[in-house]
């Protein structure tokens, strides 16, 4: 386990339903981020948040809103996706999102397929 | 077994076999260099980084070699074994900037066969 947790871990829903994705990080990490990987492709950053204030979007659709509630908790809320949202989405963790080398620690993933 | 040249998405080899994986990246001001291990359902999990005042470092059984010059990173895994069949991803990072975020390769899916 690397102290990150994701649920759920399989989603299933339709392009007019809305769900969150929940991450939470035990590591006392301050920087949190929303990841999609898809399948082919590198992993392409969505969303960094550092001590709880969003720092990066990364050209995301409006569809995704993420929420950062406090270090620990990182939530992506999801409203009238598209099938091509279908994909792996991972939270990771790090010490800051600064200037600095740090690691991430990612999350298992929930895997998102919408019909 | 080796993946040649810039990306091999996919590499092959015999478990006991030595195996390396090769990574290009494009930004000569990335500083920080990580390499991470994903297998079947699970997230990427850190396996070993450098920094660009190095160009070798080694861990158990993995060594990443870095050639700052023509912007080339490999990672060498010795003795490979079935429990290191993955997706192995180089990432990238300019640590001197405020955003610091890392930017992450392809990745190379490796197979170890009994």
């Known amino acids: 386990e690397t102290g990150v947790t994701q649920t759920p871990r399989h989603l299933v829903m339709g392009m007019t339903n809305k769900k969150s994705l929940k991450c939470e990080q035990h590591?006392?990490?301050?920087?949190m981020y929303w990841y999609k990987q898809s399948a082919k492709k590198p992993l392409e950053l969505m969303f960094v948040?550092?001590?709880?204030?969003?720092?990066e979007n990364n050209s995301v659709p409006s569809r995704f809103s993420p929420e950062c509630p406090n270090s620990s908790h990182l939530f992506l809320h999801l409203h009238t996706l598209q099938p091509e949202d279908s994909a792996l989405y991972l939270c990771?963790?790090?010490?800051?999102?600064?200037?600095?080398?740090?690691?991430?620690?990612f999350g298992p993933g929930t895997r998102l397929t919408v019909l | 077994g080796e993946s040649v040249g810039l990306h091999l998405p996919t590499l092959s080899v015999q478990e006991g076999d030595n195996s390396i994986i090769n990574c290009a990246y494009s930004?000569?001001?990335?500083?920080?260099f990580i390499w991470y291990k994903q297998e079947s359902g699970k997230g990427p999990q850190f396996i070993i980084d450098?920094?660009?005042?190095?160009d070798k470092r080694q861990g158990q059984r993995v060594t990443v070699l870095l050639n700052k010059t023509v912007k080339h990173l490999s990672l060498q895994i010795a003795a490979t074994q079935p429990g290191d069949s993955a997706v192995y991803f180089c990432?990238?990072?300019?640590?001197?900037?405020?955003?610091?975020?890392?930017?992450f390769g392809d990745g190379t899916t490796l197979t170890v066969k009994p």
């Open positions: 930004n000569s001001a990335s500083d920080y």
């Open positions: 450098i920094r660009s005042n190095m």
């Open positions: 948040y550092n001590f709880k204030e969003q720092t």
């Open positions: 590591l006392g990490h301050n920087a």
């Open positions: 990771a963790s790090s010490q800051d999102a600064g200037g600095n080398a740090d690691t991430q620690y």
């Open positions: 990432a990238e990072k300019t640590t001197n900037t405020n955003a610091g975020k890392s930017t």
